[in-house]
């Protein structure tokens, strides 16, 4: 069958028809010479002679080549239906490493493994050259990767747009235990992974002025730019598994533009108009590593607006291919904000059609009522989102102006509502007056989103109760939730075949891979002798682990206890952190007879600090020096273990939670929405420490608590806890260990000073002190239930047989059903 429509010439076609009429083979031999052909004229090495490096990159190019023409397939299909589609806007994405997951999804893994060893190339050898794509901070960013991948894999048409950073986000160095930033340039070696798209381009207007205009009659608003930037496509196709679809990740660059700043040509400064051209790129260029506190700069400011401009510009162009008429516009179009960090395209789309397509307000503003849906990722108020109305006013003069309007409008609505109750209006109001008027992106959100989204039950309360209390007993319907999710195709399949392949031989299939509720058919076999001593051998599979852990020494006998995030006050490292100079302490005064009875650990800690954030950084320099101290004592041998793993991002992730057997999760209650990464480790069999807060209350009910160490103040102690200050009661362990840090017993002292005030009595907001007593009962109650090996392994198979509900195919498809409103739409195979 054809691969390709052609136009009118008959014999042209059949004559193109006739050179490709077949797919991409993939047996040994057509891989082979693909490979070797795209290392001579891809790579341009000989193929006599060429090193893993360029493997890879041949590899990955014949991948790649698999990849396209699926996703033109795809394409063909999607126009051919004429499906609603999603359009998933997110500044940020964290890919990590493309070759595996993608060859697992084409179902090539086997084949082209074959191939290589042909070759005399191992396939595991040349994934590692891969580098990471870390276009983004953390939770929220690897959420939207999982969420790609499940889009693709559930065949729903979507598309994602992001910006393409040149640089990621930053690269931790320790040096001498201090967290040092390095910029991440990671296109340096090539990207195979995506496609430049030099003809789809879109201007970007920046400031300028608005000017009213009379057309036909009616009087019309146009924006003059002072500014404009080209935005060029990339774009990255993400395939389904287990299906022909693939989706694409359309990631913007920021090119110079020919409209720009025509006048410096003319006034004949060459050379300074070509080097103003220039610094058009640096709007794509950087990725804000600060994790959740905006700050108004106006290089960020401009940079959102770049990648929604540009986004929105793509999407209407490609509705008005096929459409005549915008009232179709929401049967067609589905619009994602990934939190308010492209809130931006509201205003876009309100913009566009008002002043492009002369709508008229009203029908402009139902169009805008209809498409966008916004979730948030959020969970206190401090953290919202607000631009500067200066600040705005200048680079976005038109978008102020409409946001004003729609601001009026609410306003309006509201004193009708609820009437002149001026508190309450002020709070809902878009504009935050003050000494700097700012605009609530979060408000603009509510007020213009069909739907609100949360990303875990609790997190929903939290918005219903607090965050967004008057939003939500203005409009009740809006507020929903779905919990988060991640794909078990990179979490379990890529990062952990050997699990795989047990979870596949007990089920009896593969399907599980695609339909993750076949999970609990674990369970039948929780108590199965048989598949305890395979799982054993699993769980001590901890080789890669320990070649990354590196130079410290470990017993792999020890439990491997693992606590891998973003490093924040509210996420309680520093809790765990205390707990190990405990355990140290304890082991110290302990006689032989108790030692013995001492259950060995691998602590293990990762993460990275937002570069301005000085309390993260005293807390990663912490660690450092009590593992110093630890690791070096010769008294404690292999009983206790510290090692912090630098630079953590997706593919050390990767090697970490296979390997883990306890995860720890401290945030304290009712400061994580959801939490995913605890997701990870549930799917891989690991047992959780945890609160009960974000996704983990769900977990509890999914698991049982049984399954679980739960510990820790619940949200609703939370605030009764903060209101005792000074009175508040800690125990002297906790009294303890912080004076041992305070005299200085891991040194420093003058520097950890502020942190242990920090943690003082009185002063203690994240609770620290209140938690610690059950926080080491929970400890406990891990070392005596991983001394019972099958009760452990029995844990550990109900966690991996429990963790079902937490795939983002779950997640996907209750977006889909419930507030996207888009159909599956399978490309034939
Ligand atoms: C996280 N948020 C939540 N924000 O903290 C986490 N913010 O509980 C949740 O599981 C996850 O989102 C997915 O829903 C973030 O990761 C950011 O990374 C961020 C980045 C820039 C600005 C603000």
Request: charged share 25%.
């Amino acid at each position: 069958k054809p691969r390709l429509e052609f136009g009118e010439e008959k014999i042209k076609a059949e004559r193109m028809f006739g050179l490709m009429d077949v797919f991409l083979k993939n047996d040994p031999l057509s891989l082979q010479k693909d490979i070797l052909d795209h290392v001579e004229f891809t790579v341009a090495k000989s193929r006599f002679n060429f090193d893993d490096f360029e493997a890879y990159h041949a590899l990955a190019h014949s991948v790649r080549d698999r990849l396209i023409e699926r996703w033109h397939d795809t394409q063909i299909h999607f126009n051919r239906k004429g499906p609603k589609r999603l359009y998933f806007l997110s500044l940020e994405f964290l890919m990590g490493r493309s070759l595996s997951n993608t060859v697992i999804n084409l179902g090539v893994r086997d084949q082209f493994a074959d191939a290589l060893s042909q070759l005399g190339f191992e396939f595991e050898v040349l994934a590692e050259q891969e580098g990471d794509a870390c276009l983004g901070n953390g939770g929220l960013a690897r959420l939207s990767a999982c969420q790609m991948d499940s889009l693709a894999t559930l065949d729903y048409p979507a598309i994602g747009y992001g910006l393409r950073y040149q640089y990621g986000l930053f690269r931790q160095v320790i040096l001498d235990g201090f967290q040092h930033e390095q910029p991440d340039y990671w296109l340096n070696f090539g990207n195979p992974w995506e496609i430049e798209r030099v003809h789809i381009t879109y201007p970007v207007k920046f400031y300028g002025t608005v000017t009213d205009e009379v057309l036909n009659k009616e009087k019309h608003k146009v924006w003059v730019p002072g500014e404009v930037v080209e935005a060029v496509a990339y774009d990255n196709p993400i395939p389904g598994y287990g299906t022909r679809n693939t989706i694409v990740l359309r990631l913007w660059a920021a090119k110079p533009s020919d409209q720009h700043n025509m006048e410096s040509y003319n006034t004949g400064d060459y050379v300074d108009a070509v080097v103003n051209r220039q610094r058009a790129e640096s709007i794509s260029s950087i990725l804000y590593p600060d994790d959740r506190s905006y700050q108004g700069k106006e290089l960020q400011l401009k940079q959102r607006y770049f990648f929604v401009s540009a986004s929105v510009q793509d999407i209407i162009r490609r509705f008005k291919d096929t459409h005549k008429n915008f009232n179709e516009f929401p049967e067609k179009v589905a619009l994602q904000l990934n939190d308010t960090h492209p809130s931006l395209a509201i205003a876009e789309v309100m913009r566009v059609l008002l002043d492009e397509e002369h709508l008229g307000w009203n029908r402009a503003w139902d169009i805008i009522c209809k498409i966008f849906s916004y979730t948030t990722h959020t969970v206190s108020s401090e953290a919202m989102e607000k631009i500067p109305v200066d600040l705005m006013g200048s680079l976005l003069p038109r978008h102020l102006q409409i946001i004003y309007d729609i601001n009026f409008n609410f306003m309006e609505k509201l004193k009708k509502m609820i009437g002149l109750d001026y508190d309450r209006l002020a709070r809902m109001s878009i504009v935050e007056e003050g000494a700097v008027k700012n605009i609530r992106m979060a408000n603009l959100s509510i007020i213009c989103c069909h739907t609100v989204n949360g990303v875990s039950r609790l997190h929903l309360e939290l918005l219903k109760t607090k965050v967004f209390r008057d939003f939500y007993e203005l409009w009740p319907h809006k507020f929903h939730y779905k919990t988060n999710g991640v794909t078990q195709r990179r979490w379990i399949v890529v990062s952990n075949p050997s699990l795989c392949a047990l979870i596949s031989k007990w089920l009896g299939t593969e399907a599980w891979i695609r339909d993750i509720d076949l999970l609990i058919g674990l369970r039948d076999h929780a108590t199965n002798a048989e598949l305890h001593q395979e799982w054993k051998m699993e769980l001590c599979n901890d080789l890669m682990l320990v070649c990354t852990i590196g130079n410290v020494q470990v017993s792999l006998n020890a439990m491997f206890d693992v606590h891998t995030k973003r490093i924040h006050e509210y996420k309680r490292q520093l809790l765990n952190i205390l707990g190990i100079i405990h355990r140290y302490d304890s082991i110290k005064n302990m006689n032989k007879n108790d030692r013995k009875k001492v259950v060995p650990r691998v602590c293990i800690i990762s993460g990275k600090a937002a570069p301005g954030y000085e309390i993260a950084k005293k807390i990663i320099k912490l660690c450092h020096v009590v593992a110093e101290k630890i690791n070096n004592d010769n008294d404690i041998g292999d009983l206790l273990k510290l090692v912090f793993i630098p630079d953590y991002n997706v593919s050390v992730a990767e090697l970490v939670i296979p390997g883990a057997d306890l995860s720890q999760h401290l945030s304290t209650a009712g400061h994580e929405a959801s939490g995913t990464s605890s997701m990870k480790f549930l799917m891989n069999g690991c047992l959780l420490l945890a609160t009960e807060d974000g996704s983990t209350i769900e977990m509890i009910e999914e698991v049982g608590r049984e399954n679980m160490f739960l510990f820790g103040a619940s949200v609703n102690d939370v605030p009764a806890l903060r209101e005792k200050g000074p009175a508040l009661k800690v125990p002297l362990q906790f009294l303890r260990v912080v004076r041992m840090i305070r005299d200085g017993h891991f040194g420093l002292k003058d520097y950890f000073k502020s942190l242990c005030d920090k943690i003082e009595t009185g002063n203690d907001y994240f609770l620290v002190g209140a938690d610690f007593a059950s926080y080491l009962e929970a400890q406990a109650a891990a070392d005596k239930a991983f001394v019972d090996e099958d009760r452990w392994t029995q844990m550990s198979i109900l966690c991996a047989a429990g963790s079902g509900k937490f795939s983002s195919d779950r997640t996907i498809q209750e977006y889909a059903e419930k507030t996207w409103g888009i159909q599956p739409c399978r490309c034939p195979s």
